[in-house]
């Protein structure tokens, strides 16, 4: 016997679900991510081999699908970036308007694009920002000297604004991730045999 012509079948041996040996399993076969073989299947220490031909249109499917899903989180990636761009021209935490901090700034807190704290101590000087305290943001402050920035209501309003756009992008990207799963899962019982 030739032994280039021998097939390596370890990689086709498959755990059998000992529920199932036992009859009592809960799951289908797409469902269980153990084997569930056929009665006429031979079962050898709670290991079934599967067969090589009829595993491989799955396989090929398969590296389509993973070629399918690497483009796929590619995508994601890609929004994800987008989201954690947040709203053009809107940083946060919010930068501190060095015009405001020279005793320049004409255009006055309420329309200054900038942060204008009352407190030079709410600045980190490292990146020249504020820290936003979120329960102002949210109508819950009550703190008589916060030490966090509490902006005037058209920064309050792209902050608002910006937050929601993030949540709006996790939300997508953990449906998406949920449906990558869920693929997985289905391309996974694809390979047991019913």
Same mark, same amino acid.
């Given at each position: 016997?030739?032994?280039?012509?021998?097939? /390596?079948?370890?990689?086709?041996?498959?755990?059998? &679900?000992?529920?199932?040996?036992?009859?009592? &399993? !809960?799951?289908?076969?797409?469902?269980?991510?153990?084997?569930?073989?056929?009665?006429?299947?031979?079962?050898?220490?709670?290991?079934?081999?599967?067969?090589?031909?009829?595993?491989?249109?799955?396989?090929?499917?398969?590296?389509?699908?993973?070629?399918?899903?690497?483009?796929?989180?590619? #995508?994601?990636?890609? *929004?994800?970036?987008?989201?954690?761009?947040?709203?053009?021209?809107?940083?946060?935490?919010?930068?501190?308007?060095?015009?405001?901090?020279?005793?320049?700034? !004409?255009?006055?807190?309420? /329309?200054?694009?900038?942060?204008?704290?009352? /407190? !030079?101590? #709410?600045?980190?000087?490292?990146?020249?920002?504020?820290?936003?305290? #979120? /329960?102002?943001?949210?109508?819950?402050c009550s703190r008589e000297k916060c030490k966090y920035f509490h902006p005037p209501a058209h920064l309050q309003a792209k902050i608002k604004?910006?937050?929601? $756009?993030?949540?709006?992008?996790?939300?997508?990207?953990?449906?998406?991730? *949920?449906?990558?799963?869920?693929?997985?899962?289905? $391309?996974?019982?694809?390979?047991?045999? !019913?």
């Amino acid at each position: 016997m030739n032994i280039a012509h021998m097939r /390596d079948t370890k990689w086709l041996t498959l755990e059998v &679900c000992r529920e199932f040996q036992r009859g009592t &399993c !809960s799951r289908t076969d797409q469902e269980c991510k153990f084997a569930h073989p056929a009665k006429s299947c031979q079962v050898e220490n709670g290991r079934v081999i599967a067969c090589f031909d009829s595993l491989k249109t799955q396989l090929e499917i398969n590296g389509r699908n993973n070629l399918i899903q690497q483009k796929n989180m590619a #995508m994601l990636a890609q *929004q994800m970036q987008l989201a954690n761009a947040i709203v053009p021209g809107t940083q946060l935490p919010p930068m501190v308007c060095r015009e405001y901090q020279r005793g320049n700034c !004409s255009r006055g807190e309420n /329309d200054c694009r900038f942060a204008h704290p009352s /407190d !030079s101590t #709410m600045i980190d000087t490292n990146d020249n920002t504020v820290t936003v305290c #979120m /329960d102002y943001i949210k109508g819950r402050c009550s703190r008589e000297k916060c030490k966090y920035f509490h902006p005037p209501a058209h920064l309050q309003a792209k902050i608002k604004a910006a937050q929601h $756009q993030v949540n709006q992008a996790t939300a997508a990207a953990a449906m998406y991730q *949920q449906a990558l799963a869920n693929m997985q899962f289905q $391309q996974q019982a694809a390979f047991l045999p !019913s």
